[in-house]
């Protein structure tokens, strides 16, 4: 079975629905409920379970409480997800202080970055000095690295992580990057993502001038 990436946003969406139906009080749910909750049609929420071995039946459903175990299961949240963050600048300091990172079982072990003044034992998460970066991963067995340096640090950093054992990036410097294939780099440009939705808004307010 070929698991994509849109596969698993879905399991990982499914699974935020889930977390909040149960919040509710729910004990069982439909697969129309999640597909309406999520935009998609029913057949392809049977379809992304059963490719799981997870079925439910037409009266009853699924269990909520079985199928977020399930879920967690399949998207590895069962053990203890430990990433890091390499460059404690504005994005960098964002991301260690995200609190819904606890939500879900991710938890920021540690910060790594060159400015001398920003190392600290202090805070939700230690900052080190770069020079202690592989040393860490190593010992730590970290597998997750998110990438907040400056364009011009980028491909070098990526390359100490992947040489260190990282097997997935999440790169935030505004330059995108390719790695072996033993590592899994997910570029994040938000500059690009900005652009990217003032033209969809450019072209969709022209779509609805010429149907008025």
Known sequence: MTVTHDMIRRLSRYKTVLKRLKSLGFVKVFSDNLGDALGISASLVRKDFASFGI????????????????LYEILGKNCSQQIIVVGCGKIGTALID???????????????????????TEGPAPIYDISELEEFIRREQIQIAILAVPESAAAH?????????????????????????NCIIRNINIRMEIEHLF??????????AINE
């Open 55 to 70: 079925t439910g039946n037409k009266r009853g459903g699924y269990q909520v409480e079985a199928l977020l175990v399930k």
């Open 98 to 120: 995200y609190n819904n990172f606890k939500q879900d079982g991710i938890k920021v072990v540690a910060g790594f970055d060159v400015a001398s003044d920003i190392i600290t």
């Open 157 to 181: 950093t990526a390359d100490t992580l992947i040489h260190a054992g990282i097997k997935g990036i999440l790169n935030f410097a505004p330059i995108q990057l390719k790695g072996p294939s």
């Open 199 to 208: 033209c969809l808004i450019h072209f969709q307010e022209k779509d609805e």
